[in-house]
């Protein structure tokens, strides 16, 4: 597999991640501290045409 392939698809379970944590984090309601966010932007970056959806609970 190519780097460029396995680069990318890291990039791609990276947002899938990002993404899972933050509606978890939403969905229960749960606080983030300023260093969990500031390191959550800095993971997503790239990953800006990702939307988060969620449903309370």
């Keep these: ?4 392939i396995r680069s990318r698809r890291a990039d791609v379970t990276q947002c899938i991640y990002l993404v899972d944590w933050t509606a978890t984090k939403l969905r229960r309601a749960l606080t983030v501290g300023r260093a969990e966010r ?4 800095e993971l997503a970056t790239g990953c800006e045409d990702t ?7």
Excluded at 1 to 4: H, K, N, Y
Excluded at 51 to 57: I, K, Q, S, T
């Design 1 to 4: 597999m190519s780097e460029v």
């Design 38 to 41: 500031d390191t959550l932007r």
């Design 51 to 57: 939307d988060v959806e969620h449903e309370p609970v």
